[in-house]
């Protein structure tokens, strides 16, 4: 390739530059109000920079007790940690088995399965909501975790058989073939040799499912009400929805629950970048 | 059996052998028994509810109104929903979102991606930076923008004044004028991350070697991005349009939570006049209905998308 001119050089930075100031701009400046005090939140115009940048708030949503917003914001991160990694687990071991089946033993009626699968991935959330609350209220299921883990599993199971499945298909039949050659069964090639290599692809759907889990916003929003259901999207909505809104806590309890998910990104990058391009765009 | 002896089958069977051994080889058996438990989860919490929206789709369910019962009513639910100016409105509203959505995600994505498929300084830093807007929930990018677009004290009428481009503060998320574009503005912010990186992986399958045999041939950049780059990105930025398209159509948490579907409704979209049907005025059979019509508009896609994917893309 030709070597760019000194001009494109420049150019290409300038816009890169760009793009980073206005990926990071909100983000950072969502943390600043967290840190900032009350005066300059609602100082007109603002002070960019803090004057007296305070990690107070931060000490509050976490350890203070007593208050109930804190409490109940803590309680919520909680139950997104149990709810996200149960449906994590639930999924990516029930959706493996049912996606070796579906990219190795391949037989008649899997065609169909698969795009039934899909098809169930691509459901709107809303149309499972409104039945099953029905159903779910009836038996006095709703506010509880269980209920969100079930719901979650169905709906994100569909996701990790996709996921899955293409991973599956990448890994040479040679290896297992010889591993049953040397004597093994179907399942311990899959155990021995499948899931050793399909380690990258395992982890890259578990995260997936961990993400999805955590940010789900409509079905947690309809049934989970108290402090013990409550899971983060649902809690920092409310942050908003009172009356007299305190800005500074709304900020803090973002960021707090943006930590999570934005760690697992960037620390794994590479392995859900590979999950996402493969899934979304390869059958 | 010859199974035992000969190992199971490495390749799908020939058709008419596989449905002779339908049931009964011991690689059959484990095929579906690796997939049933992932099934039972999926049938119970997706096919039941489904077959049972049906049923309330077709009866009338107001749990305001208890003493009507659940009465029959056939396409009723379906026949009032069109007869609605606002449930008409809504799906304006929600095809402006997605079209004016999209069509931003779309270019701001390949020109993002063409920027990252060049050599620059930091290129690492800012692929990782790309992520954050992504791994973002939803819900804390709604929450965030909302605190930006504040009327009083948000940053963004703070900066737009310190920089003489207006005079006063303005309501961008209470003014019926700009509510739905800045809400839209929110969602690209947040999603062409991943177009970017869809785009970005399409972009690196293209052999340099294309790129070379062009330039020898005197084509310019330009004349190189529209018959080279863009006709072999197109088949998944295809892909891109159907997946996004079948999001948009269902956008629900950013409008919760940003405006709640005001102000003068100018936000209330699809899902959200689905939402207050079922769950403020408690009408559960004509939700059902909706539901139902926003599945099939959201399946017609899926329907385009499961097309596309088995579709051999080729270089």
């Known amino acids: 390739m030709r070597k760019p001119s000194l001009l494109a050089q420049v150019l290409t930075h300038l816009a890169a530059l760009i793009v980073a100031i206005v990926v990071i701009a909100p983000p950072i400046w969502l943390f600043i109000s967290s840190i900032s005090t009350q005066n300059e939140l609602l100082s007109v115009p603002i002070h960019w920079i803090p004057q007296n940048p305070t990690f107070e708030r931060y000490g509050q949503v976490l350890f203070a007790t007593g208050t109930d917003a804190a409490a109940v914001f803590r309680g919520s991160m909680i139950n997104s940690f149990i709810v996200a990694s149960a449906v994590t687990l639930i999924c990516v071991t029930l959706g493996s088995l049912a996606a070796y089946s579906f990219a190795r033993m391949g037989f008649a009626g899997h065609g169909p399965l698969i795009n039934v699968i899909l098809f169930s991935y691509m459901l709107p959330p809303i149309m499972l909501v409104v039945p099953l609350y029905t159903v779910l209220a009836n038996w006095r299921m709703t506010d509880t975790l269980h209920a969100l883990v079930i719901v979650y599993s169905a709906l994100i199971m569909p996701f990790a058989v996709w996921i899955m499945r293409g991973f599956f298909q990448t890994i040479p039949r040679e290896l297992e073939e010889a591993a049953m050659i040397d004597g093994a069964t179907r399942l311990g090639a899959l155990i021995r040799v499948v899931v050793p290599i399909s380690l990258p692809g395992l982890v890259a759907t578990s995260l997936l499912c961990f993400l999805m889990s955590w940010e789900e916003f409509l079905i947690a929003l309809i049934f989970t009400s108290s402090p013990s259901a409550k899971t983060i999207p649902v809690a920092i909505a409310e942050f908003t929805g009172r009356h007299a809104i305190d800005y500074g806590m709304m900020a803090t309890g973002g960021v707090i629950a943006a930590i999570p998910p934005v760690l697992i990104a960037i620390v794994f990058q590479r392995y859900l970048v590979s999950g996402l391009t493969s899934g979304a765009v390869k059958a | ?315």
């Open chain 2, 1 to 315: 059996m010859s199974d035992t002896l000969m190992g199971p089958p490495i390749s799908p069977a020939p058709r008419h052998t596989q449905r002779r051994r339908w049931g009964f080889t011991r690689e059959r058996r484990l095929a579906w028994a690796l997939i049933i438990p992932a099934f039972i989860v999926v049938f119970a919490l997706i096919f039941l509810p489904i077959v049972r929206a049906l049923w309330m789709s077709l009866h009338i369910m107001d749990l305001k109104r208890p003493a009507l019962g659940q009465p029959f009513v056939g396409l009723g639910n379906y026949i009032n929903i069109f007869k609605d100016p606002y449930f008409w409105d809504s799906v304006g509203r929600t095809l402006y979102f997605m079209v004016l959505s999209i069509a931003v995600e779309m270019v701001l994505g390949v020109s993002v991606a063409l920027l990252l498929n060049r050599r620059f300084w930091g290129r690492g830093l800012l692929r990782a930076l790309i992520l954050i807007p992504w791994a973002l929930p939803i819900t804390i990018d709604a929450i965030m923008w909302k605190w930006i677009y504040n009327a009083n004290y948000g940053a963004l009428n703070s900066l737009l004044w310190q920089l003489g481009l207006i005079e006063n503060y303005r309501p961008w998320l209470s003014d019926p004028g700009t509510a739905m574009n800045m809400v839209i503005l929110a969602d690209v912010w947040k999603v062409t991350p991943l177009v970017i990186l869809l785009a970005l992986a399409a972009l690196q399958t293209i052999p340099e070697t294309l790129y070379e045999a062009a330039l020898v041939d005197g084509a310019g950049r330009w004349y190189s991005f529209w018959h080279i780059t863009l006709p072999l990105i197109m088949p998944t930025m295809v892909i891109v349009l159907v997946i996004r398209s079948m999001d948009a159509f269902k956008v629900f948490d950013i409008i919760y939570i940003m405006t709640s579907g005001g102000p003068a409704d100018s936000t209330k979209v699809i899902s959200y006049f689905t939402y207050l049907e079922a769950f403020s005025y408690l009408r559960f059979g004509r939700a059902a209905a909706l539901t139902y019509l926003i599945t099939f508009f959201v399946g017609i896609m899926a329907f385009v998308y499961i097309r596309l994917l088995n579709r051999e893309i080729e270089y």
